[in-house]
């Protein structure tokens, strides 16, 4: 009797182990770490190890039963500049930006995964992403391109079929855009390598995502380094 006593004990000092953090403490999932996350039910991680990096982590969590889960794991590429802060960041620096931010609507060359209830509006050959700083319509999906936001200081959508075979828009500078601080911020598919100041996951994980996210739960995006300034539990 003794022995079986001892032996589940063992057990269950084991299985306390298991869920242990260092110094023996459990540690909460990351969205229960984060200062916010967006007030709604699913949430979005982008972490990288330091603000060097250009690969790392991107995570999906939703809400169960009061807590948080995490739906779906992948690597994750960022900008060849790293990442920097997304309230000082400048424009042209191929940094993602950190921060917590919303996520408008998708878009892609190829058609919305089944099951996507996102708003998902389809690339055609006309559509551009206006990064011209002297453009009224800086930072804005734009169909056709108008005179005033010139091609040079513009994205042609369709001409990043890899990319943007399918992508989330990331409300960074999004909704009162600041001049020079950015424009073209997206989750989307991997390219040949770091990206241009978006994040990136690949092709299958994108796809999961789309068809994961639901605008009824009002899901977010949290862009930050593991620790420092710029981690993402500050946001």
């Keep these: 009797m003794r022995r079986s006593l001892v032996t589940a004990a063992a057990l269950l000092a084991l299985a306390g182990s298991l869920g242990a ?11 229960d770490r984060l200062a916010d996350t967006g007030g709604g039910s699913q949430l979005i991680t ?27 794991s992948a690597p994750a590429r960022f900008g060849g500049g790293g990442l920097a802060e997304g309230a000082t960041r400048e424009q042209g620096t191929s940094t993602t930006p950190t921060g917590l931010y919303d996520l408008p609507y998708a878009f892609g060359i190829e058609d919305a995964p089944a099951g996507t209830t996102y708003p998902y509006r389809k690339v055609k050959d006309g559509s551009w992403w206006c990064q011209d700083n002297d453009s009224r319509a800086y930072n804005r999906w734009v169909e056709p391109r108008p005179a005033h936001c ?14 943007y075979a399918r992508a989330l828009v990331i409300g ?25 100041g978006c994040v990136s996951v690949p092709a299958d994980a994108m796809a999961e995502i789309l068809a994961w996210a639901d605008p ?9 380094t593991s620790s420092g ?3 993402i539990t500050r946001y």
């Design 46 to 72: 982008a972490e990288a190890p330091d603000t060097g990096s250009t690969t790392g982590t991107v995570t999906w969590w939703e809400r169960r039963g009061g807590r948080w889960a995490q739906a779906g």
């Design 229 to 231: 300034p710029t981690a």
């Design 150 to 163: 010139r091609a040079a200081e513009a994205e042609h959508l369709v001409s990043y079929g890899t990319q």
């Design 172 to 196: 960074f500078n999004y909704d009162r855009p600041v001049r020079g601080r950015g424009a073209g911020i997206f989750l989307h598919v991997n390219g040949r390598g770091a990206t241009a």
């Design 21 to 31: 953090g260092p110094g023996g403490a459990d540690v909460p999932p990351l969205p």
């Design 216 to 224: 009824a739960r009002e899901p977010h995006i949290a862009v930050g």
